[in-house]
């Protein structure tokens, strides 16, 4: 039980010694201040951007409850899953929409040739028949494409009003979620910049570990 203790007390040390994502903003922004000062002009400049984007940085870090580089991976693992589960549900939905859009234009198709259709099934004579069926081409052509799409899909009853109905209720879904989206991507390139800090700091300081170990 002793040897577990000292892991556990190695894996705390360890975990004591990780800097805090303040810590690595600060760092950055320290560097980048460094950097600021080599120019020979508009250093001042410089600071004052960099002094805002750390500020909007450590802002957004505090706001979201993220203090910790755990912190920000696991915020990132979660946004990343909403993202990609909201975006599936919008797709269902616009192919549902597309799909109602459909309905309600075949159903217009077909009201519109139905009595065109059964006009030409009256006819005795071919000539004549054979005249409204140029006369009317389009819409005859229309109506049976509708007939047998319809009938394709199992829709053996005109519903359009249901329909539109229909799509409105997914619409008003569908734009509450693409309003959630928004903000979601907003997030996730905000956590993105940050774990771009944190790759920065943390590649500069991996020499500076190397040469510890080497010592």
Do not use: C
């Amino acid at each position: 039980w002793i040897r577990e203790l000292k892991i556990e007390m190695n894996a705390l040390k360890e975990e004591y010694k990780k800097p805090s994502l303040g810590d690595i903003v600060i760092q950055y922004y320290d560097a980048r201040n460094k950097v600021a000062d080599t120019y020979e002009r508009g250093r001042q400049k410089a600071k004052i951007t960099n002094m805002k984007a750390m500020l909007e940085t450590t802002n957004f870090l505090s706001g979201n409850k993220i203090f910790t580089l755990d912190d920000l991976e696991m915020v990132i693992d979660t946004s990343n899953k909403k993202l990609h589960s909201i975006t599936d549900f919008m797709k269902q939905k616009e192919k549902r929409i597309k799909e109602l859009d459909a309905f309600v234009k075949y159903a217009s198709w077909y009201d519109e040739g139905l009595p065109i259709q059964q006009l030409v099934s009256k006819q005795k004579f071919t000539k004549k028949r054979d005249a409204l069926e140029s006369q009317y081409h389009a819409e005859l052509t229309k109506f049976r494409m509708a007939k047998r799409i319809l009938k394709e899909k199992g829709i053996s009853e005109l519903t359009p009003k249901k329909w539109l109905n229909e799509k409105t209720q997914i619409q008003d879904s569908y734009d509450k979620e693409y309003s959630e989206l928004k903000e979601i991507r907003s997030m996730v390139k905000e956590l993105y910049k940050v774990k771009k800090i944190v790759n920065d700091v943390m590649s500069k300081n991996e020499p500076n570990k190397k040469r510890e170990v080497e010592r």
